[in-house]
C-alpha cells in the first residue's frame, strides 16, 4: 500500500480533475470495495456477444485485491435501431452475468449512454465516461490510486490478465502506464483471407515499434486502446482520455509516455478481435477490411525511416549548444526537408531559452519531437523520399538489423519472429530519464 501522503495527493488529483473535466453523472450506486486495485473499462456499441469479453476475465485467476469491469454501453443520438437492439440485449447480458456468474472478486456494472451527441460520441467518448467513474471509484478505495485497464468488447485475455496488471503496477510505484503485449488469435483463421490481412496489418504495428525502437526513440510503444493500463493519479494528471471518434489511444498513450517511466507489461497477453469494421478511420477491422476490398498486400515504411530517425536521434544532445545548421549535415535529405517544414529552428531557439540543464533540453525537445510528429515525418518521407514497401520485404529489413538472421519472407512467419522480438525487448524505451530497464 502507498503511504498516506501519497495517497492524499492522488485523491486531491483526481479530485482536481472531475472537478474540472467530468461530463456526465456518474451511475454506479455501491460503494466500491476497501481492497479494490484495478478497474477494467469496456467501450460497447452494436456488440454481438459481450458475455465473451466477461467470461474471459471470469475465467482468470483471482489477483491480489478486487476488480472490478465497468462496461460502458453507449450510443450516439440517432443510431439505427438494430445497434440500439444489440446494444439493449448487451445491456441485459451484462446484468445477467454480473449477477450470476461473476467470481466473488470481480464485480460488474454497466453504464448506460443511449443517446449521446453525434458530435462526439464513440470509442473515445465511451473511454472517457467509463474512465472517469473508474478514476472516482478507485481514488474512494484505501489505495487512493488503483490501475484503469481499458479493453474492447470484443477481446479475450490471457488467464493471469489482471494479476499481472495489478503487480507489475505494485512494483513499479512511479510507473504511470503500461503498454500491454497483445497478439490478434490468428490460429483460427489460417487458410483464410482475413486472417492473413490481419497478419500483414500487426506485422506492420510490430515493424513500425520495432524501428522506433532500434532508432532508439524514446515512444517505441503500441498505442491499443484494448491493451494499455494507467493509475488513475496518471490519468487525471493527463487531462483524461480525449473524446476521438478514433485515435483516441494513440494521443493518450503519448501524453502518459512523456511523463516517463513508462512502460510495455509483457507478462500477460490481450487478444484483440478479428473482424471487419469500418467504425472508425483507424485499426486492424479498417485495415483488413481495405486490404480484403483492394486485393493487395499491405504497404508500409521503408526501414530508412527509422535509419533517418536514429540519426536525428544522435544529435539531441549537442543540438542545445550546437547550431542546427552545423549538425545537419548528420541527417538526411528527408530529414532536413521535413524539419525545416516544421519550422524547427524557431523550435529549438525557443526550447534553448526556456531549459537550464540537458536533462531539461531533452525532455523538452522529445515533447517537440514526439510520436505525432514522428508519425508525421514517416509520412513525409514516404511520399517525397522512400516509396513504401511490402511490409514482408520491410519486416525482412527490420529483423536483420535487429540481430534476427535467416529471416523468412512469409508475413505469418516473419509475425511469428517479431512477436518473439517483442516479447525480449526492454519493458521501458529510456529517454524520459528512467534508470530502469527491466520490470
Known sequence: MRNNAAVARAHAMIARYLDRRQLY??????????????????PCFDEPDITGVLESLGDCERPCGEVEILVVINAPRGAPPEALRANEAA?????????????????????????????????????????????????????????????????????????????????????????????????AAEGDTLGAAVAEYELHLRCYVAGQRLARFPYAFHTIGSAMACRASAYAAQGGMNRRQGGEDFYFIQKLVSLGRYRTLNDTVVFPGVRLSQ?????????????????????????????????????????????????????????????????FANAIGEIRANVASPAAFRRRLLRWFNAFRFMKFAQFASRHHYPRLPVARAAQALALS??????????????????????????????????????
Request: proline share 8%; net charge neutral.
Open 402 to 439: 535487429l540481430g534476427s538472421p535467416d529471416c523468412p519472407d512469409c508475413p505469418r512467419e516473419l509475425l511469428k519472429r517479431f512477436r518473439g522480438l517483442d516479447r525480449l525487448a526492454p519493458a521501458c524505451a529510456n529517454g524520459f530519464g528512467d534508470p530502469d530497464n527491466s520490470i
Open 91 to 187: 445491456r441485459e447480458a451484462s446484468i445477467a452475468w454480473a449477477s450470476a456468474r461473476a467470481p466473488d472478486w470481480l464485480r460488474c456494472h454497466v453504464i448506460w449512454h443511449p443517446d449521446l451527441s453525434p458530435a462526439h460520441a464513440g470509442v473515445g467518448m465511451a473511454r472517457k465516461i467509463g474512465m472517469d467513474e473508474a478514476a472516482s471509484r478507485l481514488s474512494a478505495s484505501r489505495h487512493g490510486d488503483g490501475v484503469i485497464a481499458s479493453l474492447d468488447a470484443d477481446c479475450r485475455v490471457a488467464p493471469n490478465y489482471p494479476g499481472a496488471i495489478v503487480d507489475a503496477f505494485q512494483r513499479r510505484s512511479s510507473c504511470p502506464g503500461m503498454s500491454i503485449y497483445f497478439e490478434h488469435p490468428l490460429s
Open 279 to 343: 467504425r472508425v478511420p483507424f485499426g486492424t477491422g479498417q485495415a483488413a477490411g481495405r486490404l480484403l476490398r483492394d486485393r493487395c498486400g499491405l504497404m508500409t515504411y521503408d526501414p530508412l525511416v527509422y535509419r533517418d530517425l536514429g540519426r536525428f536521434s544522435q544529435t539531441i544532445a549537442d543540438l542545445q549548444s550546437v547550431d542546427p545548421e552545423q549538425l545537419a549535415c548528420r541527417w538526411s535529405l528527408a530529414m532536413r526537408q521535413f524539419l525545416e517544414d516544421q519550422r
Open 25 to 42: 453523472p456518474f451511475q454506479i450506486a455501491g460503494q466500491p470495495a476497501p481492497d479494490l486495485r484495478l478497474i477494467i473499462v469496456i
